[in-house]
T-cell receptor, first 117, second 117 residues
Framework: GAVVSQHPSRVICKSGTSVKIECRSL??????MFWYRQFPKQSLMLMAT?????????EQGVEKDKFLINHASLTLSTLTVTSAHPEDSSFYICSARRGLGSYNEQFFGPGTRLTVL | AQTVTQSQPEMSVQEAETVTLSCTYDTSESDYYLFWYKQPPSRQMILVIRQEAYKQQNATENRFSVNFQKAAKSFSLKISDSQLGDAAMYFC??????????????FGTGTRLQVTL
């Protein structure tokens, strides 16, 4: 099966610093990558959708200047949380979709737990 | 906009018994996909089963089956012969069959399933 990795799995940072999270599709080329945020005991909330080589599309209410997404290649997308604050502490999950067919399966990474002190 | 509703925050089932998780959705589209995802304590999202709206036959994957009622916009998940490893958070999700930004997943709020001995 297709594998999506995320790095780091867990990060703790001080308030005001920036944190970068990497998402890689290990054995397939991802036409589209998605970034989700999940608070404890809640559902996944889509933050943004990115296609390789183009700007990410952000969901309403998500600050694009705070959550920078770069989809540099068909196997790598990065999420940078700039000037992180304690309220940014959350579980961040990336997902990658392969193929251009009418149905293309979406695979999820294992998530990154961000704690901002 | 599409919405997905899971009205059961928590469910409990005894090992080897059968349990049904409910999901309803709202859409004006005629062609779409529906999914059930499992999120165990590891937080890794796992696809359990999917259903194409144009198919009348209910999808089945081993012990997991769905009851898809298109007119009622209902999509329930039945887990037969429940196992301890089935304990997890289960999310129902909707996805349009259209491409582009419409093809993002919309998740329900989730149902936490406990499996008891």
């Amino acid at each position: 099966g297709a594998v999506v990795s995320q790095h780091p799995s867990r990060v703790i940072c001080k308030s005001g610093t920036s944190v970068k999270i990497e998402c890689r599709s290990l054995d397939f080329q991802a036409t589209t990558m998605f970034w989700y945020r999940q608070f404890p005991k809640q559902s996944l909330m889509l933050m943004a959708t990115s296609n390789e080589g183009s700007k990410a599309t952000y969901e309403q209410g998500v600050e694009k200047d705070k959550f920078l997404i770069n989809h540099a290649s068909l196997t790598l997308s990065t999420l940078t949380v700039t000037s992180a604050h304690p309220e940014d502490s959350s579980f961040y999950i990336c997902s990658a979709r392969r193929g251009l067919g009418s149905y293309n399966e979406q695979f999820f990474g294992p998530g990154t737990r961000l704690t901002v002190l | 906009a599409q919405t997905v509703t899971q009205s059961q925050p928590e469910m409990s089932v005894q090992e080897a018994e059968t349990v049904t998780l409910s999901c309803t959705y709202d859409t004006s589209e005629s062609d779409y996909y529906l999914f059930w995802y499992k999120q165990p304590p590891s937080r890794q999202m796992i696809l359990v089963i999917r259903q194409e709206a144009y198919k009348q036959q209910n999808a089945t994957e081993n012990r997991f089956s769905v009851n898809f009622q298109k007119a009622a916009k209902s999509f329930s998940l039945k887990i037969s012969d429940s196992q301890l490893g089935d304990a997890a958070m289960y999310f129902c999700a909707y996805r349009s069959s259209l491409g582009g930004t419409a093809s993002k997943l919309t998740f329900g709020t989730g149902t936490r399933l406990q499996v008891t001995l």
